[in-house]
């Protein structure tokens, strides 16, 4: 039996020219993720993963599950910046930076544990979060954000 | 830096059909992507080492099986570098308008 079906699990990839510090950098410092993530604060601290909106508004606050700077960070999602999904169950979020030649490093995101909260997968998955990682990526490579990468997801879209 | 790879790895029926079948349902085994092709396991092994090597598809462990999961980033990134840029203005209203006449059918 598969127990990963349809969006309950999604991985992204992208590879970055950039050094596992400078992107382990932009995934956990806050004025760097309002810059492409939809325009919100980001911190994480080895417990928790608490992310606001521009407007200050709580759009995530989870427990950290592994903080292993610069290489692996893991926790958990839930999408308090909309109410329906807000009351969906948490999910999870692991992200993994392994160098490579060239200067390069490979991103892995993986969002899983998705069974329980199908509204959040739908609105995460493809151009969800391939918008911030292109974003990141861009951001990273060249210092200068994609064009919309600070905006919320409504105004983005 | 991995363009030409995406490029070639699209440029083939067989590949293309087996991102539309992760499309539909990710997260599949090399059993259950191989049903339905017409070709041989050891066929579209190759094919998605091809989509591996690109990017476009990444696979992980579960217990003793090996999903495959479509990665869409590579083609999101082509398109931003790509199709952007000459699909702005007359060409997207000619598209729009193929769209809009073959959907009479």
Do not use: G, M, T, Y
């Given at each position: 039996m598969t127990a990963t079906t349809d969006l309950a699990t999604q991985v992204y990839q992208v590879f970055i020219k950039a050094t596992p510090e400078e992107i382990w950098q932009a995934i956990t410092t806050p004025d760097v993720t309002a810059r492409y993530f939809h325009g919100a604060r980001i911190e994480v601290s080895p417990e928790r993963y608490i992310s606001h909106g521009p407007d200050g508004a709580t759009w995530a606050d989870g427990p950290v599950f592994e903080y292993d700077p610069p290489r692996r960070l893991v926790h958990q999602w839930r999408s308090l910046y909309d109410a329906d999904l807000a009351k969906e169950q948490p999910s999870r979020v692991s992200w993994e930076i392994e160098p490579h030649e060239g200067g390069y490093c490979k991103l892995t995101v993986t969002h899983d544990r998705l069974d329980s909260a199908p509204k959040t997968a739908a609105s995460v998955s493809g151009p969800g979060w391939m918008f911030v990682l292109s974003g990141l990526k861009t951001l990273v490579e060249t210092g200068t954000p994609l064009d919309g990468a600070g905006l919320p997801a409504t105004a983005a879209s | 830096m991995?363009?030409?790879?995406?490029?070639?790895?699209?440029?083939?029926p067989t590949r293309r059909l087996l991102l539309d079948r992760l499309f539909e349902r990710d997260g599949r085994t090399l059993t259950d992507l191989e049903g339905g092709t017409g070709m041989t396991r050891f066929g579209v092994m190759k094919h998605l080492r091809i989509l591996e090597e690109a990017g476009l598809v990444v696979t992980r462990r579960s217990g003793r099986e090996k999903l495959h999961f479509l990665n869409?980033?590579?083609?999101?990134?082509?398109?931003?570098?790509?199709?952007?840029k000459y699909t702005e203005g007359p060409?997207?209203?000619?598209?729009?308008?193929?769209?809009?006449?073959?959907e009479k059918e």
């Open positions: - | 991995d363009d030409d790879r995406v490029f070639k790895a699209l440029a083939d869409p980033v590579p083609i999101r990134l082509i398109h931003d570098r790509w199709i952007d060409a997207s209203l000619l598209a729009s308008l193929k769209n809009a006449l073959e």
